[in-house]
């Protein structure tokens, strides 16, 4: 099993990156995903949800109207859109695999740094 992040990076407050999370060794269409995130000195919080179907999601307060998360299923993948970036959205980015809260798998994480 594996869930492997990319598009972390540093931008500029007010900016734009996406992340994605490509998944392989499980039934990707049959799982819930999420994206993560953990800040220095902070413990990890839910940034975003899509079901697994794609038809129901949902957010943090800190990024409602500003990120959108989304999923191909045939590309057993995962994307969350980061727009209007802040300099508190700085942290590691993780991606995750949940299903039915029985079985889950964590990605390695990205590394997502706003600078003002």
């Known amino acids: 099993v594996q869930l492997v992040e990319s598009g972390g990076g540093l931008v500029q407050s007010g900016g734009s990156l996406r992340l994605s999370c490509a998944a392989s060794?499980?039934?990707?269409?049959?799982?819930?995903m999420n994206w993560y995130r953990q800040a220095p000195g902070k413990e990890r919080e839910l940034v975003a949800a899509i079901n697994s179907g794609g038809g129901r999601t949902n957010y943090a307060d800190s990024v409602k109207g500003r990120f959108t998360i989304s999923r191909d299923n045939d590309k057993n993948s995962v994307y969350l859109q980061m727009n209007s970036l802040k300099p508190e959205d700085t942290a590691v980015y993780y991606c995750?695999?949940?299903?039915?809260?029985?079985?889950?798998?964590w990605g390695q994480g990205t590394q997502v740094t706003v600078s003002s």
């Open positions: 995750h695999a949940n299903l039915l809260g029985v079985i889950m798998y």
């Open positions: 060794g499980f039934t990707f269409r049959t799982y819930d």
